[in-house]
């Protein structure tokens, strides 16, 4: 048990260096599903770039 | 051919592969390099078995529409990662990967458990397989949304080929291979093609389609270039009232 566990968080450790990024990456997508659903679909792409782009500047400036 | 993807694998098996090698060639010198190959190979083969049962079994029973949703996320997840650490040893927060002190540091290690030929294979082995495996990420994920497998494969066994050679040329860690300029450019080729899969998965409708990743290629270097001269200049000014 223990053991599947030590390797579910290398998985983990693979594609999450700060949880806040990666939540945030989240929220970015899930903002572009409510734009893309409300008609905006072009938006919808530049609502992801602009939530990354902000949110790599939050993690970095706060580390 | 896929040449951003090509690119993109090439640049990250080479940096991952420098990184491998600095652990191979530490083995090398304390045990010998029996051990140290020994590890390596079986290392290689169980990676490219992954590879070869993940892709076949990826690309066959999961519809390529949810493939690209779920590899645009973990790549986007995986892009933003290298990118946070690259923008954090260009502003000076993180120190650069110095591959001359990852090989003493190793040796330091490999030398308090000399004589046991098992553990130092067991470090090549370790080694060769971790880094591997972030290659093996970016060969499945790219190769099968890009549905450019030839592409990933063939970038990132053109970085294995330049590693190994030069490694086997120089004997030693390659320090001037400008690691941490390559890892900055994966970070944006990985983050941009994340958001451009995952977006087009969500019902983004991109301008000129697969133009728009040379675009977000672009923004993100932007946006990069912008953080890290903002903490650049914030801590200068720290260091002026300090």
Known sequence: ?63 | MDWYVLVAAFLASSVEFVEALTIVLAVGTVEGYRPALRGTFLAVIVLAALTAVLGVGVLHYIPINILRGIIGVLLLLFGVKWLRKAILRFAGKKALHDEAQAFEREVGKLKQNQGNKFAAQATAFNGVFLEGLEVVVIVLTMGSAARAYPSAIIGSAIGLAFVLSAGLALKAPLSRVPENVMKFVVGIMLTSFGSFWAGESLGVVWPGHEASILILIVGYLAATWLIVSSIRRRDAARHEVA
Do not use: C, N, Q
């Open chain 1, 1 to 63: 048990m223990l053991h599947d566990m030590k390797w579910l968080k290398e998985v983990y450790d693979l594609f999450v260096d700060d949880p806040k990024l990666s939540l945030l990456v989240f929220v970015a997508l899930a903002v572009a599903v409510i734009v893309a659903r409300a008609g905006a679909k072009t938006a919808a792409g530049l609502a992801i770039f602009l939530i990354v782009a902000a949110s790599l500047w939050f993690s970095t400036r706060h580390d």
